[in-house]
């Protein structure tokens, strides 16, 4: 059974940093991809960025392009997402996400950032 354990979260100052953790378990191949997700209150749920574990492959959306980067540590099957210049807008519960015939989420880490 796949299972992803998030963490990181946290409440920062408008410019600071933080870096979330997704670690991953139950995979029987090293073909798929880790997502962040993220979900302010009254909003839809966004997708943030997403690593290929295989290649290495990036996306991030635009909003936190220059911002965010994401990362894997392969030998831990560990994703993480490092976010720096934090805005108040990026407050929101973080989810770490995979799709291997279905959705499997990590429970959500609240990022609070105030102004």
């Known amino acids: 059974e796949v299972q992803l354990q998030a963490s990181g979260g946290g409440l920062v100052q408008t410019g600071g940093s933080l870096r979330l953790s997704c670690v991953a378990s139950?995979?029987?191949?090293?073909?798929?991809?880790i997502s962040w997700f993220r979900q302010a209150p009254g909003k839809e749920r966004e997708g943030v960025s997403c690593?290929?574990?295989?290649?290495?492959?990036?996306y991030y959306a635009d909003s936190v392009k220059g911002r965010f980067t994401i990362s894997s540590d392969n030998a831990k099957n560990a994703m993480y997402l490092q976010m720096n210049s934090l805005k108040p807008e990026d407050t929101a519960v973080y989810y770490c996400?995979?799709?291997?015939?279905?959705?499997?989420w990590g429970q959500g880490t609240q990022v609070t950032v105030s102004s």
């Open positions: 996400n995979t799709l291997i015939n279905r959705a499997y």
């Open positions: 139950g995979f029987t191949s090293d073909d798929y991809a």
């Open positions: 690593i290929s574990r295989s290649d290495g492959s990036t």
